[in-house]
């Protein structure tokens, strides 16, 4: 399995690379903040999106800004990646909010060609990576079902496909890669019957 890396924007369901995406301020009471991870609203600003909540998702930070004007982070190498901690107030985050863009992301177990379809949860979140700045947030694989009426509004990713990055794309089984393609289908801006 390789190393999670949280949600990487892939593609764009018209076939278009070009990705929709929006500043929000942050949550002062929110978890550290990621590029790549999954976030919602609370009272109109971000917090990370967490497993097992039916809370609609906004969509993937794409990029981090500091609180001192609104200006992009920088990365300080060699010691520290970007992200926003939890104690920082008035930070801005840039987030992918295109319901229509299909992120890659790795699956904490094996899935198969029968999971594509399906809808599941994002894994009990873990911390980013904070030398990278990078979110560790990957799909939770035994969580996928058959949509039903019941579970399409509440479990937030559909599998769309196997990962660009496979390294076995034959057969049924995905078992030594992990990494699959997925809408975000519980969305703000993808409104439910």
Known sequence: MPQPFGFRASRHL????????NTYQVASAATDLWQDQLVTFVSGKIVEASS???TPILGVVKALYSNVKNRPLTHNLPGTGNYVTATTTSAYVEVYIDPDIIFEVVADSAMSNLDI????????????NPSTGKSRQ??????FVAATSANVETLPLICVG??????????????NDGTIEVLINNHVFRPKT
């Open 138 to 143: 990957e799909a939770d694989g035994s969580s």
């Open 14 to 21: 018209n076939g278009s690379n070009c990705f929709s995406t």
């Open 52 to 54: 097992a909540s039916t």
């Open 117 to 128: 379809g399906q809808v599941g949860d994002i894994a009990a979140n873990a911390s980013g």
């Open 162 to 175: 196997i990962g660009k990055t496979s390294e076995s794309k034959i057969g049924t089984g995905w078992a």
